[in-house]
């Protein structure tokens, strides 16, 4: 017998526990309030998003919002160009209606705003185009440190490394094999130089380098 009533007192316990906590999480509570700047100005369309109900608002021109919400939710307020600041619904408020001034601070991040206005006239706008000085951007740079005037002047500045200097030992040690027990090779008596020479010349590759 006193185990019965034991636990009918339990079930009544757990009942009462149980529409408590739906009473409160059926309260609803209309969130109302003007988003403002660091200097109090009002910030108009700015969003107040209820993440917890999933839905949102934009405030009007005054920066004046309101939407429902619950006790404990979280609401997110955002504006282009500020940071976004979250704000948490007080769960002991005893009325459904409560007001407030949120502020938001600007974010450092977003740049100003560029305006772009037009040419008075078609002809102004042409001449300023042929007559403009070409600017210096990233790709005018680069093709200028990688012309071949460019490189050349670097290389012959440049200490030769491990692999140039064995290259050039090989090659030497080639041609003194090559020209064993004999007088080294003087292109200034070799035809074939001058013909080259005299074929650069007419196509205008000297001129060139």
Do not use: C
């Amino acid at each position: 017998m006193k185990i019965n009533i034991l636990l009918i007192i339990l079930a009544i316990h757990s009942i009462t526990l149980a529409q408590n906590h739906a009473s409160k999480n059926s309260q609803l509570i209309q969130l109302s309030g003007v988003i403002v700047t660091e200097e109090a100005i009002p910030l108009p369309y700015s969003t107040a998003y209820n993440r917890s109900l999933k839905k949102g608002v934009v405030s009007d021109f005054y920066g004046f919002f309101t939407l429902v919400t619950q006790p404990g939710d979280t609401v997110f307020f955002s504006r282009e160009g500020f940071q976004t600041s979250p704000f948490i619904v007080p769960d002991t408020l005893k009325e459904n209606r409560y007001s407030i001034i949120h502020m938001l601070v600007r974010d450092t991040l977003v740049l100003e705003t560029v305006v772009v206005h037009p040419w008075p006239t078609r002809s102004q706008f042409a001449d300023y185009f042929v007559n403009m000085t070409p600017y210096e951007d990233d790709v005018r740079r680069a093709q200028k440190e990688l012309s071949g005037e460019s490189l050349a002047f670097v290389a012959a500045r440049l200490e030769s490394d491990a692999s140039l200097a064995s290259g050039n030992a090989y090659n030497m040690r080639n041609t003194r094999l090559y020209t064993n027990g004999q007088l080294p090779v003087n292109n200034l008596l070799n035809p074939y130089s001058w013909a080259k020479l005299i074929q650069d010349w007419k196509e205008g590759k000297l001129t060139r380098q």
